[in-house]
T-cell receptor, first 113, second 111 residues
Framework: NAGVTQTPKFQVLKTGQSMTLQCAQD?????MSWYRQDPGMGLRLIHY???????DQGEVPNGYNVSRSTTEDFPLRLLSAAPSQTSVYFC????????????FGQGTRLTVV | DAKTTQPTSMDCAEGRAANLPCNHSTISGNEYVYWYRQIHSQGPQYIIH???NNETNEMASLIITEDRKSSTLILPHATLRDTAVYYCIVRVAKGTYKYIFGTGTRLKVLA
């Protein structure tokens, strides 16, 4: 099993550009989530999904969109990148019977200039 | 909403036990407490979780107070590789599926 795979690992965007961060898991987990981590800070929840077709907002959802068309994939879209979105983004997945026990990807380091 | 509070940082001598506290006084009755660690800028790694009883696995032990308002993660023989940020998390509220991380405890194991 590959676990949780995030692509790309690094990305530089110009202000106003849009892009999609990819997240895929091969563990058949129903619960998936996106966090961002700013330098020296903890993780903040952006969006999460409890299953295909179901998503909800976390702590800091503004400026981001998500959708969940399959169990395996949970992409995060930045609609119009801003320097404040410079951060490391982590995707996580967990089994529906124990959502708190999550497996994390290795992160995408995004810089918006 | 339930949340957790942890000390910002701690030091521990190599080979000694590292005891990391977490306050979760607003936790609901049947909610678990989960512990993770994050080494450098890697993705967080699950360590252990518990409800009421003490738990132990190959990585750590978890002690939860009887009133469930706080817990302590114990690394029995800390090594330099245990230097990391440690997070305790709980579900924000019943009926939601949000798990909020907070800022964690930065543990430094000293040689």
């Amino acid at each position: 099993n590959a676990g949780v795979t995030q692509t790309p690992k690094f990305q530089v965007l110009k202000t106003g550009q849009s892009m999609t961060l990819q997240c895929a898991q091969d563990m058949n987990h129903e619960y998936m989530s996106w966090y961002r981590q700013d330098p020296g800070m903890g993780l903040r929840l952006i969006h999460y999904s409890v299953g295909a077709g179901i998503t909800d907002q976390g702590e800091v959802p503004n400026g981001y969109n998500v959708s969940r068309s399959t169990t395996e994939d949970f992409p995060l879209r930045l609609l119009s990148a801003a320097p404040s979105q410079t951060s490391v983004y982590f995707c996580a997945s967990s089994y529906s019977g124990d959502r708190g026990k999550a497996f994390f990807g290795q992160g995408t380091r995004l810089t918006v200039v | 909403d339930a949340k957790t509070t942890q000390p910002t940082s701690m030091d521990c001598a190599e080979g000694r036990a590292a005891n990391l506290p977490c306050n979760h006084s607003t936790i609901s009755g049947n909610e678990y407490v989960y512990w993770y660690r994050q080494i450098h800028s890697q993705g967080p790694q699950y360590i252990i979780h518990g409800l009421k009883n003490n738990e132990t696995n190959e990585m750590a032990s978890l002690i939860i107070t009887e009133d469930r308002k706080s817990s302590t993660l114990i690394l029995p023989h800390a090594t330099l590789r245990d230097t990391a940020v440690y997070y305790c998390i709980v579900r924000v509220a019943k009926g939601t599926y949000k798990y909020i991380f907070g800022t964690g405890t930065r543990l430094k194991v000293l040689a």
